[in-house]
């Protein structure tokens, strides 16, 4: 639990389409459940399909749904690079959980832009004093239930490397919450794998 | 969560999308009639509404309809509330200037049925052409403007917003900000009123409701007395509130700024009196008066628009901190860290954080990542579309005007295709003046909704003008780029009532254009003969380039049980690079040395493999490749298949 004044951060990042915004309702439904104050802040619209994702999930004490830029406690990124275009939020108090597998930009593809490595991303990273734990979790979801339920793997390794404000089973209740029952199966399966990913 | 909307649990908290807890207020409120055109952010609050009306049949009855722009959305909820129905229209902030004229004169009538207009404003435009401030409307059409600072309050302020309504006769303004229409937070659900939906019998009031200059004279006369009571009302209100501090130094601060300045004085550690204003107009004479008693500065903390700054200036002349000296920018939306850096240069304490610093560390570590902008789907029919009208225009140096839609995007590179791009329709009008003014040729493209919307009467103009060049009409059968919306032409309503499809091609060649042809634009071949036959036409020709949007195409294949065939490159591609350099499917890409293509993401339109010049992209061949399941994976030479 959280006590008064206290709070949790989370900056989710990815690529429009990797379910983001799912992740988000996983988290804020479990921090309802739990009777948490929590406030989000979701990229909708013009940026919705293959681009750049930022959602903000705020607990406790806090009163806009926006994360102050250094401020991020957490953040949990879906894809290496875009840990690096958010990195204003981040401190050297920040813990980040970090998909290694990459989805290459056009930009790249195409000559116009180069992708760092892995190894240099944590570095810079690092270099700021942000504690990096760092894992494939597309692999992760692609073994135990499809690429898809990567969204959900990231949340259960979350819930290891942080202490959330709330148990393991609030987690997945809210996934069985948020996602379709034919759903609930293989999700709840990526969501304790990603948590025994640590 | 859209059942958490409906949920029937009075007292219950649940984590609602700011835009799905103004669907819940207005329900809450008993709404009878709703209309919207969408936009982003306003998009979701009718998509809720259309999509729980049908379990609340019987329960709690209201129409939701998709009018076919923000003026005949207004137009609908006037004629609800004029049968003393409660009328709410939904649009963003550029909506409202196509309902303005609707807005100003309804200002006059008054409302009967308690009407709200929802107008949603997006600073930093995240999703929009500009930056407007919709507040100036409460003034301009002089009309109460109503702003919440939390999902929560978007919830409550809804059903206060038809109260306020009622009591005065007055359509209410109610104005959101992307951050809290995009924004998610805990909401108290209250009683959802039993409700079904009668027909009234009309009863007309030529005095007020037919705005002859002699009965317009006397209802402006009315509307101001109405306003002067409202702000009498608003500074008695309990949506504006004082919370008492200590020192000399205040803070307004309205909408979503109220919750920067909250934070921002936590992290200060500071301790001074906040008016928390929730009417921005009127505003609350009185109430601002007694706050300012016994202060000696005062700061306004409000997005966008000096609005309450310069309505301050002209009541006091209290020393003011805002955007016109320079403490609080006038462009983009706030953080916390903007407001708190200004009220700690007003107040001479230190900021929590050197924010300055962190932000240019951050964007020194942002440039290593490679530029990420939203992008056409794979399989999307504009893309194609595209990729033939920058092939003739190449060749021509030709004119690309064009709209508002999810084919902006094709301003981007590789394409750069699109040339303009103002506000809805405006494609057809500028090429209507282009017409004039250039000596080259011109195609301009609008999609579907877009020409539906505000497209017509520019093209009556075309034809009557004798205008000369091409339309290309984008016809993905729906509103795309705002998240899957019917229009008229679709046909569908939503609530399981029936519609009639409006006929493109029937309004075009209603119009007088002679030149009509309809190309599935995944016919690369056709649809460039087909442009260059309307180029050489002479006069006005219209292309409907006609394919679903891919997104729904994928779906509706998959409801089927249709196969989708997955392409592959096979080892004839020379790396010409033609499909990543002038086409741009995002499912291509470069694995190591050799273009790909993501087989999660391609959606078997195929149109890469008629543009490849060495015809290397072909479809998997294994018939295998198309059986679901586990075992096709392992086999497949092309490595083709994954679970979808």
């Known amino acids: 639990m959280l006590t008064d004044g206290e709070k949790l951060d989370i900056l989710l990042t990815g690529v429009g389409g990797q379910g983001i915004l799912t992740s988000a309702a996983i988290l804020g439904r479990a921090a309802v459940n739990a009777d948490i104050n929590v406030m989000g802040a979701e990229t909708h619209g013009m940026a919705q399909r293959g681009g750049s994702v930022e959602v903000h999930i705020r607990m406790g004490d806090v009163y806009s749904p926006l994360i102050p830029v250094g401020g991020a406690d957490v953040m949990v990124s879906l894809e290496p690079v875009e840990a690096l275009r958010y990195s204003k939020y981040v401190s050297e108090k920040t813990t980040i959980v970090l998909n290694t597998r990459k989805i290459v930009p056009l930009s790249v593809s195409i000559g116009n832009a180069e992708y760092p490595s892995i190894a240099k991303i944590t570095e810079i990273l690092e270099g700021i004093g942000c504690k990096v734990h760092s894992f494939d979790a597309t692999a992760i979801a692609e073994n135990v239930a499809k690429p898809q339920a990567t969204n959900v793997v990231m949340i259960g390794a979350l819930s290891k490397v942080v202490k959330l404000p709330f148990t393991f089973e609030y987690l997945e209740n809210a996934v069985k919450l948020v996602l379709p029952e034919k759903l609930h199966k293989m999700n709840v399966k990526a969501l304790k794998a990603g948590f025994e990913a640590f | 969560m859209v059942k958490d909307v409906i949920m029937d649990a009075e007292g219950k908290k649940v984590f609602l999308l700011g835009n799905e807890a103004i669907a819940r207020g207005a329900i809450e409120a008993g709404i009878d009639v709703a209309a919207t055109y969408p936009g982003t952010p306003s998009s979701e609050i009718a998509d809720t509404l259309a999509m729980v009306c049908t379990s609340l049949k019987d329960k709690m009855e209201y129409f939701i309809e998709y009018s076919t722009n923000e003026k005949v959305a ?72 109503i702003e919440p600072s939390n999902v929560n309050e978007g919830k409550e302020y809804i059903k206060l917003a038809f109260k306020i309504s009622e009591k005065f006769g007055l359509p209410v303004i109610f104005r959101t900000v992307t951050r809290l229409n995009h924004s998610r937070g805990v909401v108290k659900l209250g009683k959802i009123p039993e409700k079904k939906f009668e027909k009234v019998k ?87 008066l007694e706050f300012l008693e016994g202060l000696e500065r005062v700061t306004i903390v409000e997005e966008l628009d000096p609005f309450i700054e310069l309505h301050l200036k002209a009541l006091t002349d209290i020393e003011v901190f805002g955007k016109m000296n320079g403490y609080f920018p006038v462009n983009y939306e706030y953080t916390t860290h903007i407001v708190e850096e200004g009220i700690a240069k007003i107040t001479g304490v230190a900021a929590s954080r050197n924010y300055s610093q962190i932000i240019e560390r951050g964007e020194k570590m942002a440039q290593l990542a490679p530029p990420r902008p939203p992008v056409l789907c794979p399989g999307c029919p504009h893309i194609a579309s595209y990729y033939v009208i920058k092939k003739v225009a190449k060749e021509n140096g030709t004119a690309l005007p064009s709209d508002i839609g999810c084919y902006t995007l094709a301003a981007t590179k590789p394409l750069e295709a699109v040339e303009t791009c103002i506000c809805m329709g405006a494609s057809v009008g500028v090429a209507n003046g282009l017409s004039y003014a250039v000596d080259g040729e011109i195609i301009a493209t ?77 016919d690369i071949g056709k649809m460039e003969k087909t442009l260059r036959k309307a180029l050489e036409y002479g006069g006005v020709a219209v292309i409907i380039s006609r394919m679903p949007c891919s997104l729904i195409w994928v779906r509706q294949r998959r409801k089927t049980g249709e196969k989708v065939p997955v392409y592959t490159v096979t080892d004839d591609c020379n790396l010409c690079m033609e499909c990543m350099t002038s086409f741009t499917c995002p499912a291509i890409f470069m694995k190591e040395d050799k273009v790909a293509i993501n087989e999660n993401m391609c959606v078997g339109c195929g149109v890469c493999s008629k543009i490849c010049p060495e015809k290397a992209i072909k479809i998997c061949q294994q018939e295998i490749c198309w059986v679901r399941g586990g075992v096709c994976n392992r086999i497949c030479p092309e490595k083709a298949i994954k679970f979808r």
């Open chain 2, 74 to 145: 207004f137009e609908v909820a006037i004629g609800a509330s004029l049968a003393g129905k409660r009328g709410m229209a939904i649009m963003k902030h550029v909506g409202v200037n196509v309902a303005s004229d609707a807005l100003l004169s309804f200002a006059q009538v008054g409302a009967r049925g308690g009407f709200v207009l929802v107008s949603a404003d997006d600073p930093g435009m995240h999703s929009s052409q500009n930056e407007q401030d919709n507040r100036w409307y409460g003034k301009f059409a002089m009309l109460p403007v």
């Open chain 2, 202 to 288: 009309w009863n007309s009031s030529i005095k007020t409701d037919v705005l002859l200059p002699i009965n317009a004279r006397v209802q402006k006369t009315v509307l101001q007395k109405k306003l002067a009571k409202i702000q009498e009302f608003f500074s008695k209100s309990d949506i504006n509130w004082i919370e008492n501090g200590k020192g000399t130094t205040g803070v307004i601060a309205s909408g979503l700024s109220y919750a920067y300045v909250k934070e921002a004085l936590e992290n200060l550690s500071l301790d001074i009196p906040v008016l928390k204003l929730s009417s921005t107009y009127p505003i609350p004479e009185k109430l601002i």
């Open chain 2, 446 to 522: 609008i999609g579907d909704s877009t020409f539906l919307h505000a497209g017509i009467p520019a093209l009556i103009d075309a034809v009557y003008n004798n205008a000369n060049f091409v339309l290309i009409i984008l016809d993905n059968n729906t509103t795309g780029m705002t998240g899957h919306q019917p229009h008229p032409g679709t046909g569908l309503r939503p609530c399981g009532l029936k519609g009639r499809a409006v006929s493109i091609e029937d309004i075009v060649k209603g119009i007088g254009v002679e030149f009509v042809e309809v190309v599935n634009p995944y």
